[in-house]
């Protein structure tokens, strides 16, 4: 609410000129970390600018930082990131930030249960930025749920293929090769379940016992007994 009453003072007194524009009141305000001013000052921009795709990109990560500090409504950014994203569809700046805030949303839905949201959301984040595996393997734990395995099969391997730094997936990925008795591609996954021990070291213990699994099948007997002590 207070960030609120702030834009409202600074639209007010935006008639009253020292001579700097708008767009050099609301980078001064943001160096000083009054996010209220200063995005009461980049809507004055943008308003009378609206192609300036340096402010909008400026404007957009300052109400992302306010939303991460304060909460609320996540609409004015993703409309600001899908504004950045029709000019720019190749930035890779943008690409990341509509990206991640799509998972997010879709994350908030999924524990909403608003499922069918979820998965559009998902699916447009992986159509934003393909490169990243983060929404493909939130697809994975969302058609897990739902169920429908085979789907979150593909879309585990999907995100798998993009390397991203998420223990859970190749857990999850490993799991799925083991009950397929694809054997190889089991171990293979799940050991970089412990070459991310940087990242997680919470599910160490089960992805030895899945490996255990996996060597016993192979008939890699040692193997097997190593991951179980």
């Known amino acids: 609410m ?16 020292d001579g700097r524009t708008d767009l050099e009141r609301a980078q001064e305000a ?3 970390n009054d996010r209220a001013r200063a995005i009461g000052y980049y ?3 943008l308003a009378a600018n609206p192609e300036d795709f340096d402010a909008r990109l400026e404007y957009t990560l300052l109400l992302g930082e306010n939303w991460a500090f304060e909460g609320g409504d996540a609409g004015p ?9 029709a000019e720019q569809p190749d930035n890779l700046r943008v690409k990341e930030l509509y990206a991640m805030m799509l998972v997010r949303q879709a994350q908030a839905a999924h524990e909403a249960r608003r499922y069918d949201e979820a998965e559009e959301l998902l699916l447009q984040a992986s159509d934003v930025h393909p490169d990243v595996g983060t929404a493909s393997y939130h697809l994975g734990v969302l058609y897990t749920e739902l169920e429908r395995e085979e789907e979150a099969f ?8 993009k390397r991203p730094q998420i223990p859970d997936l190749y857990l999850q990925l490993g799991r799925q090769y083991l009950e397929r008795d694809m054997l190889d591609r089991a ?3 799940l050991l970089l379940v412990d070459e991310l021990r940087g990242t ?30």
């Not at 950014?77 to 994203?85: D, G, M, T």
């Not at 593909?154 to 293929?161: F, G, H, N, Q």
């Open 77 to 85: 950014i993703l409309e600001s990131l899908e504004i950045l994203f």
């Open 30 to 32: 943001a160096d000083y």
């Open 154 to 161: 593909v879309a585990w391997i999907s995100a798998a293929l």
């Open 187 to 189: 171990v293979n996954t």
């Open 43 to 45: 809507q004055l921009h």
């Open 200 to 229: 997680s070291t919470y599910l160490i213990p089960e992805a030895n016992c899945a490996l255990a699994e996996a060597y016993f099948k192979r008939g890699d007997m040692p193997a097997a007994r190593e991951r179980r002590e």
């Open 2 to 17: 207070k960030w609120v009453v702030a834009v409202a003072a600074t639209l007010v007194l935006a008639g009253c000129s």
